[in-house]
């Protein structure tokens, strides 16, 4: 069990080495960038993923509404993973591969972000948000895993974490939603902080 421990470990140490070598960190960069500004010209971010993504879907929209790291005002986030009385409508009557693109069409608007999370790349339901967001305006980004899937093509910007191992996904891309919040809340409120 030890060595399981410790070679999980050193495993994760070599991650976070290779992610600082590759274009991991220009990329959180430029997400952040794109979501402030998107937040600033009062609009809002639209998150989705299935399973654990789902998880980090909420957890990222819970940050950017309620708070990361100090009070300030809330901002303008959606999860569109967490409200069973429409998911379950919207699978019922379309399909469990539209629960998420019906959402992104009754509530998004030119000027927002649409966000999918998505290890595999290939998630259908993400996908079709995707296409649906970008025919109304909406700019599309995309936390990727593994290859990077369909999802890797149509994205306007993506986050890829190069792995083939799930769980070191989820753990990379749950970190970088930490990083962009830190950078998102210090970068619009520190003045006021």
Same mark, same amino acid.
């Given at each position: $069990?030890?060595?399981?421990?410790? &070679?999980?470990?050193?495993?994760?140490?070599?991650?976070? @080495?290779?992610? &600082? &070598?590759? @274009?991991?960190?220009? &990329?959180?960069?430029?997400?952040?960038?794109?979501?402030?500004?998107c937040?600033k010209?009062g609009?809002?971010?639209?998150? /989705?993923?299935?399973? %654990?993504?789902?998880?980090?879907?909420?957890?990222?929209?819970?940050?950017?509404?309620?708070?990361?790291?100090?009070?300030?005002?809330?901002?303008?986030?959606?999860?569109?993973?967490?409200?069973?009385s429409?998911?379950?409508?919207?699978?019922n009557?379309? %399909?469990?591969?539209?629960?998420? +693109?019906?959402?992104? +069409?009754?509530?998004?608007n030119?000027?927002?972000?649409?966000?999918?999370? +998505?290890? +595999?790349?290939?998630?259908?339901?993400?996908?079709? /948000?995707?296409?649906?967001?970008?025919? $109304?305006?909406?700019?599309t980004?995309?936390?990727?895993?593994?290859?990077?899937?369909?999802l890797?093509?149509?994205?306007d910007?993506?986050?890829?974490?190069?792995?083939?191992?799930?769980?070191?996904?989820?753990?990379?891309?749950? $970190?970088?939603?930490?990083?962009?919040?830190?950078?998102? @809340?210090?970068? $619009?409120?520190?003045?006021?902080?």
């Amino acid at each position: $069990m030890e060595d399981f421990i410790v &070679k999980t470990i050193d495993e994760q140490i070599q991650n976070l @080495e290779f992610l &600082k &070598k590759y @274009e991991y960190v220009e &990329k959180i960069k430029m997400i952040s960038l794109k979501i402030i500004r998107c937040l600033k010209n009062g609009n809002k971010i639209l998150i /989705a993923g299935n399973g %654990g993504s789902a998880s980090d879907a909420q957890h990222f929209a819970g940050e950017i509404v309620g708070r990361f790291l100090f009070d300030r005002p809330a901002l303008s986030a959606v999860c569109l993973n967490t409200d069973t009385s429409v998911i379950t409508c919207i699978a019922n009557d379309y %399909g469990y591969d539209e629960v998420f +693109s019906r959402q992104v +069409s009754g509530i998004g608007n030119r000027g927002d972000i649409f966000i999918g999370i +998505s290890t +595999s790349g290939n998630s259908k339901n993400v996908i079709n /948000a995707v296409n649906v967001a970008k025919e $109304m305006g909406i700019e599309t980004i995309n936390f990727l895993g593994k290859d990077g899937g369909l999802l890797k093509e149509i994205s306007d910007t993506f986050l890829l974490i190069p792995y083939n191992s799930t769980a070191r996904v989820q753990e990379h891309h749950i $970190m970088s939603i930490h990083l962009i919040c830190k950078i998102v @809340e210090e970068s $619009m409120f520190k003045n006021e902080n």
